[in-house]
Protein backbone atom coordinates (compact mmCIF):
# COMPACT_ATOMS: atom_id res chain seq x y z
CA UNK A 1 0.00 0.00 0.00
CA UNK A 2 1.38 3.35 -0.76
CA UNK A 3 2.68 5.38 2.40
CA UNK A 4 3.83 8.55 3.08
CA UNK A 5 5.62 9.14 6.32
CA UNK A 6 7.37 12.73 7.93
CA UNK A 7 9.62 14.06 10.10
CA UNK A 8 10.18 15.29 12.56
CA UNK A 9 6.78 15.94 13.30
CA UNK A 10 7.49 19.74 14.68
CA UNK A 11 10.76 22.03 13.91
CA UNK A 12 11.57 24.90 16.12
CA UNK A 13 14.94 26.89 14.40
CA UNK A 14 16.37 29.61 15.01
CA UNK A 15 16.74 32.24 12.15
CA UNK A 16 19.47 31.78 10.37
CA UNK A 17 20.30 27.67 11.48
CA UNK A 18 19.69 25.80 8.46
CA UNK A 19 18.26 21.96 8.81
CA UNK A 20 16.28 19.85 6.60
CA UNK A 21 12.64 17.94 6.51
CA UNK A 22 12.38 14.27 5.95
CA UNK A 23 9.51 12.96 3.67
CA UNK A 24 9.91 8.96 3.64
CA UNK A 25 7.38 6.92 1.17
CA UNK A 26 6.49 3.92 -0.15
CA UNK A 27 4.90 3.63 -3.54
CA UNK A 28 4.75 1.72 -6.53
CA UNK A 29 5.87 3.43 -9.21
CA UNK A 30 6.46 7.10 -8.55
CA UNK A 31 5.01 9.55 -11.19
CA UNK A 32 5.62 12.66 -8.73
CA UNK A 33 6.42 13.80 -5.16
CA UNK A 34 5.30 16.85 -4.42
CA UNK A 35 6.28 19.98 -1.90
CA UNK A 36 3.66 22.20 -0.47
CA UNK A 37 3.67 24.70 1.94
CA UNK A 38 0.54 25.37 4.69
CA UNK A 39 0.01 28.40 6.35
CA UNK A 40 -2.32 28.98 9.27
CA UNK A 41 -6.20 29.39 7.79
CA UNK A 42 -4.78 28.88 4.56
CA UNK A 43 -4.54 26.47 1.73
CA UNK A 44 -1.53 24.17 0.69
CA UNK A 45 0.79 25.94 -1.56
CA UNK A 46 2.16 24.34 -4.31
CA UNK A 47 6.05 24.53 -4.04
CA UNK A 48 7.97 22.24 -5.95
CA UNK A 49 7.27 18.96 -8.21
CA UNK A 50 10.19 16.07 -8.33
CA UNK A 51 9.98 12.78 -11.10
CA UNK A 52 12.53 11.24 -10.71
CA UNK A 53 15.80 9.87 -8.12
CA UNK A 54 18.61 12.80 -7.95
CA UNK A 55 16.50 15.54 -9.28
CA UNK A 56 16.83 18.67 -6.90
CA UNK A 57 15.00 21.66 -7.27
CA UNK A 58 15.58 24.94 -5.27
CA UNK A 59 13.31 28.22 -4.70
CA UNK A 60 14.68 31.10 -2.24
CA UNK A 61 16.12 29.40 0.96
CA UNK A 62 14.27 25.70 -0.02
CA UNK A 63 15.83 23.12 -1.89
CA UNK A 64 14.11 19.89 -2.53
CA UNK A 65 16.11 16.62 -3.29
CA UNK A 66 14.84 12.87 -3.82
CA UNK A 67 16.20 9.39 -3.42
CA UNK A 68 13.98 6.40 -4.30
CA UNK A 69 12.77 5.99 -1.15
CA UNK A 70 13.06 9.84 0.49
CA UNK A 71 12.42 12.99 -0.08
CA UNK A 72 14.41 16.21 1.86
CA UNK A 73 13.42 19.97 1.64
CA UNK A 74 16.64 21.73 3.19
CA UNK A 75 16.42 24.88 4.58
CA UNK A 76 19.35 27.76 4.46
CA UNK A 77 19.16 30.34 6.57
CA UNK A 78 15.48 30.89 7.25
CA UNK A 79 13.85 33.31 8.46
CA UNK A 80 10.71 33.78 10.76
CA UNK A 81 8.44 34.34 7.42
CA UNK A 82 9.63 30.60 6.72
CA UNK A 83 7.64 29.61 9.38
CA UNK A 84 4.50 26.81 8.23
CA UNK A 85 3.72 23.51 7.81
CA UNK A 86 5.17 21.94 5.02
CA UNK A 87 3.44 19.03 3.34
CA UNK A 88 4.64 16.09 1.48
CA UNK A 89 2.38 14.48 -1.15
CA UNK A 90 3.71 11.14 -4.02
CA UNK A 91 1.56 10.13 -6.77
CA UNK A 92 2.27 6.50 -7.84
CA UNK A 93 0.74 4.37 -10.41
CA UNK A 94 -1.14 1.72 -8.16
CA UNK A 95 -3.78 3.47 -6.99
CA UNK A 96 -5.50 7.20 -8.93
CA UNK A 97 -4.83 9.67 -6.26
CA UNK A 98 -1.88 11.46 -4.70
CA UNK A 99 -1.10 10.47 -1.03
CA UNK A 100 -0.43 13.41 1.59
CA UNK A 101 1.90 12.93 4.64
CA UNK A 102 0.93 14.56 7.80
CA UNK A 103 2.75 17.23 7.56
CA UNK A 104 6.01 19.10 9.35
CA UNK A 105 5.54 22.20 11.31
CA UNK A 106 8.35 24.52 11.38
CA UNK A 107 8.75 27.52 13.67
CA UNK A 108 11.72 29.94 12.74
CA UNK A 109 12.73 32.16 16.27
CA UNK A 110 14.22 35.36 15.51
CA UNK B 1 -9.52 37.01 -9.51
CA UNK B 2 -6.55 34.61 -10.18
CA UNK B 3 -6.46 30.62 -8.56
CA UNK B 4 -8.71 28.84 -6.78
CA UNK B 5 -11.64 30.44 -4.63
CA UNK B 6 -13.86 28.97 -1.97
CA UNK B 7 -16.43 30.41 -0.37
CA UNK B 8 -17.43 30.63 2.31
CA UNK B 9 -14.24 30.56 4.62
CA UNK B 10 -16.60 30.10 7.56
CA UNK B 11 -19.82 27.99 7.99
CA UNK B 12 -21.22 27.14 11.54
CA UNK B 13 -24.41 25.04 11.13
CA UNK B 14 -26.92 22.75 12.94
CA UNK B 15 -26.77 18.93 12.21
CA UNK B 16 -30.20 19.47 10.67
CA UNK B 17 -29.43 22.27 8.51
CA UNK B 18 -28.47 22.16 4.84
CA UNK B 19 -25.49 24.62 3.51
CA UNK B 20 -23.31 24.47 0.39
CA UNK B 21 -20.01 25.00 -0.39
CA UNK B 22 -18.61 26.73 -3.15
CA UNK B 23 -15.69 26.35 -5.35
CA UNK B 24 -14.18 28.61 -8.42
CA UNK B 25 -10.77 28.21 -10.42
CA UNK B 26 -9.43 30.56 -12.89
CA UNK B 27 -6.69 28.24 -13.74
CA UNK B 28 -8.19 26.27 -16.29
CA UNK B 29 -8.03 23.22 -15.50
CA UNK B 30 -9.66 20.16 -15.87
CA UNK B 31 -10.00 18.23 -12.64
CA UNK B 32 -11.21 19.42 -9.42
CA UNK B 33 -11.01 17.99 -5.83
CA UNK B 34 -12.58 18.13 -2.80
CA UNK B 35 -10.38 17.31 -0.07
CA UNK B 36 -10.82 16.81 4.26
CA UNK B 37 -8.30 18.16 6.61
CA UNK B 38 -8.71 17.40 10.28
CA UNK B 39 -6.45 18.29 12.91
CA UNK B 40 -3.24 16.11 12.90
CA UNK B 41 -4.43 13.96 9.88
CA UNK B 42 -3.50 13.96 6.27
CA UNK B 43 -5.68 15.36 3.97
CA UNK B 44 -8.13 13.11 3.03
CA UNK B 45 -9.52 12.50 -0.83
CA UNK B 46 -12.99 13.11 -0.91
CA UNK B 47 -14.23 13.45 -4.24
CA UNK B 48 -12.39 13.86 -7.87
CA UNK B 49 -13.98 15.17 -11.33
CA UNK B 50 -12.36 15.24 -14.35
CA UNK B 51 -14.14 16.69 -17.31
CA UNK B 52 -17.17 17.46 -15.46
CA UNK B 53 -17.08 13.75 -14.75
CA UNK B 54 -16.90 12.13 -11.24
CA UNK B 55 -13.93 9.44 -11.41
CA UNK B 56 -13.69 8.94 -7.69
CA UNK B 57 -15.56 8.52 -4.00
CA UNK B 58 -13.58 7.61 -1.48
CA UNK B 59 -16.37 6.07 1.01
CA UNK B 60 -17.78 9.17 1.46
CA UNK B 61 -21.11 9.70 3.75
CA UNK B 62 -24.21 10.32 1.66
CA UNK B 63 -24.31 13.48 3.85
CA UNK B 64 -21.48 14.82 1.60
CA UNK B 65 -22.92 15.47 -2.00
CA UNK B 66 -20.97 17.08 -4.97
CA UNK B 67 -21.75 18.77 -7.75
CA UNK B 68 -19.59 19.95 -11.01
CA UNK B 69 -21.74 22.00 -13.06
CA UNK B 70 -18.66 23.07 -15.61
CA UNK B 71 -14.94 22.56 -15.23
CA UNK B 72 -14.61 26.08 -13.79
CA UNK B 73 -16.61 25.61 -10.76
CA UNK B 74 -17.27 22.71 -7.78
CA UNK B 75 -19.76 22.47 -5.24
CA UNK B 76 -20.33 20.15 -1.99
CA UNK B 77 -23.82 19.85 -0.92
CA UNK B 78 -23.68 19.02 3.05
CA UNK B 79 -26.71 17.84 4.91
CA UNK B 80 -27.78 16.46 8.12
CA UNK B 81 -23.97 16.57 9.17
CA UNK B 82 -22.31 14.99 12.21
CA UNK B 83 -20.23 16.99 14.61
CA UNK B 84 -17.11 14.32 13.71
CA UNK B 85 -17.44 16.54 10.02
CA UNK B 86 -16.04 19.75 11.64
CA UNK B 87 -13.29 20.22 9.55
CA UNK B 88 -11.28 22.66 6.94
CA UNK B 89 -12.68 21.42 3.12
CA UNK B 90 -10.26 21.87 0.91
CA UNK B 91 -10.98 22.54 -2.97
CA UNK B 92 -8.03 21.92 -5.33
CA UNK B 93 -7.59 21.81 -9.25
CA UNK B 94 -5.12 20.34 -11.45
CA UNK B 95 -4.25 20.30 -15.57
CA UNK B 96 -5.12 16.61 -15.98
CA UNK B 97 -6.42 14.08 -13.51
CA UNK B 98 -3.05 12.56 -13.33
CA UNK B 99 -0.77 11.72 -10.29
CA UNK B 100 2.32 13.85 -11.99
CA UNK B 101 0.52 16.54 -11.56
CA UNK B 102 0.65 19.11 -8.65
CA UNK B 103 -3.00 20.46 -7.28
CA UNK B 104 -3.62 23.94 -6.36
CA UNK B 105 -5.89 24.33 -3.77
CA UNK B 106 -8.13 27.22 -2.18
CA UNK B 107 -7.81 28.42 1.29
CA UNK B 108 -10.75 26.28 2.19
CA UNK B 109 -13.96 26.40 4.42
CA UNK B 110 -13.80 25.78 7.76
CA UNK B 111 -16.96 23.77 8.85
CA UNK B 112 -17.94 24.00 12.63
CA UNK B 113 -21.19 21.52 13.62
CA UNK B 114 -23.17 22.32 16.42
Known amino acids: EDQVTQSPEALRLQEGESSSLNCSYT??????LFWYRQDPGKGPEFLFT???AGEEKEKERLKATLTKKESFLHITAPKPEDSATYLCAVGGTSYDKVIFGPGTSLSVIP | ETGVTQTPRHLVMGMTNKKSLKCEQH?????MYWYKQSAKKPLELMFV???????ENNSVPSRFSPECPNSSHLFLHLHTLQPEDSALYLCASSQVHLTDQPQHFGDGTRLSIL
Open chain 1, 27 to 32: VSGLRG
Open chain 2, 27 to 31: LGHNA
Open chain 1, 50 to 52: LYS
Open chain 2, 49 to 55: YSLEERV
